[in-house]
């Protein structure tokens, strides 16, 4: 009875321990399924969450998992702008291109200018048939009077011996920008030589010259003018000079003057 009863306590303390183990292993369940027991409260790592992550463990809590990489933000696409049009250097460097000065304004320089002219041509070449050669000299300085007239200085010389000094004044006109006209009028003493008699010596200078602005500011121009007496336009109280009359500034004789002092040896 005895060796009995102490087989029945064995067994009994082998199905207590058996109960036992049996009770620990179905509570360790959750902590080997989970990774950690429930109610785990101690802070976790930023390393044990991301095991957990990389693991596929899923944590309690609202905590969540720690990426591996940084978390996207949301940026506002930037749109490229095309680079700035360099400024062109050449452009600058270059100077503003120079036009060349309207005819009007040569104009005004020459208001301020002196002319000499050259005329040469015939003498009374209609009236009298008494027809030669002559040449005409004439200053104008570059003054106004009256802040339009032209005062005149000239001579006449014909090869017959016909002379005439004058002293006057013209009124330029510009026809267009190239073109201009000037009648004049004058008083001198006439000599007629071999010429036609006036029968006075003083006498009178009426005419007109046309003609063009050349680039360099001289003229050239058609001259034609009548001496008469005074007393009347009739044939025998008048004769006339006709030429071709080229005037040049005085300033144009200082500047080629000045070129020729300037030229190496």
Known sequence: ??????NKQSTFRTGLVCAAALTV?????PVLADGMPPGYTEEMTPLDRALMDINGIEPDGD????PL???EQ????????PPAPEADKTA?????PQTAAPENRIVHVQEGTSFFGLSLGVYDAFTNGQLAGAFNFEFQPGVRIIGKLQPIFGAMLASNGAMFGYAGV???LDVTEKIFFMPSLAVGAYK???????KKTLGYRLGAEIGTKLANGARLSLDAHMITNGRSLNHNDRTEFIGIKYTMPLQNFGRKKKQKLERPY
């Open 25 to 29: 292993f179905l509570a360790a369940g």
């Open 170 to 172: 013209g009124l330029p």
């Open 192 to 198: 007629d030589g071999a010429g036609v008699d006036l």
């Open 69 to 71: 990489t940084p978390q």
């Open 1 to 6: 009875m005895s060796l009995r009863r102490k």
């Open 74 to 81: 949301e940026v506002e696409p930037v749109q490229a702008k």
């Open 92 to 96: 600058e460097q270059e100077p503003a």
């Open 63 to 66: 905590s969540a998992p720690v």
